[in-house]
């Protein structure tokens, strides 16, 4: 995904690394935010090389931080014996009082704080954030029901 300009035209500035394209099959996304990251200098001249995977990573809240658990930042081959480890827990820089709702809702509701899509947003690495809840067989079953139908309406609106 590294090069490609980002969907919304309207967001100049900003150049996509990774995106976690099963979030929107596998996860109900209730609400999303910003946040920055706290990166060792090997792992932003990765993630520029584009060197990132979001896969089966999520955000845990400790105490009064919230850290990205299990991305992988390839490492950066120049950086030798001081490369950082791939898969170590970064830091997640958001407004106190975001921390504390989400995390809130994380205990009590089940909820889970799943990383959506990492980029660079005038030259720092930012990471949008979702609060998801898990998506049952049924709803999986109803999306795929409404994508079809939906087909179906414009195949019907082509032939007129």
């Known amino acids: 995904m590294a090069g490609h300009a980002h969907k919304n035209p309207a967001e100049a500035g900003v150049k996509v690394v990774s995106e976690h394209r099963r979030a929107h099959f596998d996860y109900l996304v209730e609400d999303t935010v910003e946040a920055g990251l706290a990166l060792l200098g090997s792992e932003v001249k990765s993630l520029r090389q584009g060197e990132a995977s979001l896969n089966d990573s999520y955000g845990l809240p ?3 931080e919230l850290f990205l658990i299990n991305a992988h ?13 791939p898969l170590r827990a970064r830091k997640l820089l958001l407004h106190r009082e975001q921390l504390d709702r989400w995390a809130a809702k994380v205990r009590e509701r089940g909820y889970s704080i799943i ?10 690495a930012k990471v949008k954030l979702g609060l998801c809840k898990g998506k049952t067989h049924e709803d ?3 999306g795929i029901k409404e994508r079809e139908t939906k087909r179906e309406m ?7």
Not at 115 to 124: V, W
Not at 154 to 160: H, L, P, V
């Open 62 to 64: 400790k105490g009064k």
């Open 73 to 85: 930042i390839g490492t950066y081959k120049p950086s030798g014996v001081f490369a950082h480890e």
């Open 154 to 160: 414009d195949r019907a609106i082509r032939r007129r």
């Open 140 to 142: 999986r079953r109803q």
């Open 115 to 124: 990383p959506l899509m990492l980029y660079f947003k005038a030259g720092r």
